[in-house]
């Protein structure tokens, strides 16, 4: 089968002819690969952040497909199922998969082979079925981005009517953010830095959307102008600018909730924030298989739209990838790998 893969370090993916997988674990499902998508993570794991289980890795671990074979332990899943990857390899016994200290790997990430190809294998305990009113070109990004936003809406603790700033909003997981904030009565502030970000803001529902070239005075000035108040009731940060972080805590209401989803090398934070204004920084990673299963009700139940450049075929995710470093393309790069699926 083909396969797109991180063959060397810092090096661009080679598209290579690989074995197709045979050999099961007792909780694994084999997939015939619909559409695989593109993540940051993705240029992560080129750079060499995630070393563990060595070279080549098939890169994306954002996937959908058809349930072709399954392992022997399986219960939840038979062929024929469509199915939305999970991302972890192995579950811990308790409600915090994702953070399970045990994990087997994460595919395309370490240690798994992800969906840049004709097959992949995924895991019963972490993936999901994919709803009928749910696409798998839109449930692919779903896989990671929009686990990752949903978990981050829980995290801010939110209730209807809330504030929800959002720095870093006209991307992959902001523009789902905006739809499914307002989809739970969530009064949206968008900021971003880029026009095609702004753009993207507004198509995606936000009312109040705030440009982050103006300096962030002006925009702490403006969100306390509309809230009425000292800020956010909760704002989540998606951007690993260096000015992104102290943004988002200043546009923070006191002792209100600060989510950092964004993965920069190290995350600066002026301590006035944490200590005299006592804003609370929390990590979020993404959400684990019972709320993947609600965010995908959400989206089709919402009708949430997920923003997608659609690529055919897997000769094209290089060209896929230049595009989506490129900074000029809004939401999130798909390939359709298998058009029969779709």
């Given at each position: 089968m083909t396969a797109v893969q991180v063959v060397e370090f810092h090096k661009p993916h080679q598209i290579n002819t690989v074995p197709t997988p045979k050999e099961l674990g007792d909780y694994d499902v084999l997939l015939k690969t619909a559409v695989a998508s593109l993540c940051h993570t993705d240029s992560m794991v080129v750079e060499g952040m995630f070393p563990k289980g060595?070279?080549?890795?098939?890169?994306?671990?954002?996937?959908?497909?058809?349930?072709?074979?399954?392992?022997?332990?399986?219960?939840?899943?038979?062929?024929?199922?469509?199915?939305?990857?999970?991302?972890?390899?192995?579950?811990?016994?308790?409600?915090?998969?994702?953070?399970?200290?045990?994990?087997?790997?994460?595919?395309?990430?370490?240690?798994?082979?992800g969906a840049f190809a004709d097959y992949h294998v995924a895991d019963a305990r972490t993936s999901c079925k994919v709803p009928d009113d749910v696409s798998l070109i839109d449930a692919a990004p779903l896989a990671c981005a929009g686990c990752t936003i949903y978990r981050a809406l829980i995290v801010t603790e939110c209730k209807k009517g809330d504030w929800l700033a959002m720095v870093g909003a006209g991307g992959g997981l902001g523009h789902l953010g905006i739809q499914m904030a307002n989809a739970q009565g969530f009064k949206v502030i968008a900021i971003d830095a880029r026009d095609e970000a702004l753009e993207l803001c507004r198509k995606a529902g936000a009312e109040h959307v705030f440009d982050a070239r103006k300096g962030q005075d002006e925009v702490v000035k403006q969100v306390k102008e509309l809230t009425g108040q000292d800020g956010a009731d909760a704002t989540i940060n998606l951007s690993e600018h260096e000015t992104a972080a102290p943004l988002a805590c200043a546009v923070t209401k006191m002792h209100a909730n600060m989510i950092q989803v964004s993965q920069p090398a190290v995350v600066n934070i002026p301590f006035a924030e944490l200590i005299f204004r006592d804003v609370r920084v929390k990590g979020s990673l993404v959400a684990g298989q019972e709320q993947s299963r609600d965010m995908l009700s959400m989206v089709g139940k919402s009708k949430i739209k997920v923003e997608t450049n659609v690529f055919k075929g897997l000769k094209e995710v290089p060209k896929m990838v230049e595009l989506a470093h490129s900074g000029k393309m809004k939401g999130k790069a798909v390939c359709v790998v298998d058009e029969s699926q779709i």
């Open positions: 060595g070279l080549p890795r098939t890169a994306s671990h954002e996937g959908t497909g058809t349930v072709v074979q399954v392992g022997a332990k399986v219960k939840n899943f038979k062929k024929g199922d469509r199915v939305m990857s999970g991302i972890p390899r192995n579950q811990c016994p308790d409600d915090w998969h994702q953070y399970c200290e045990n994990c087997e790997g994460m595919i395309g990430v370490f240690r798994a082979d």
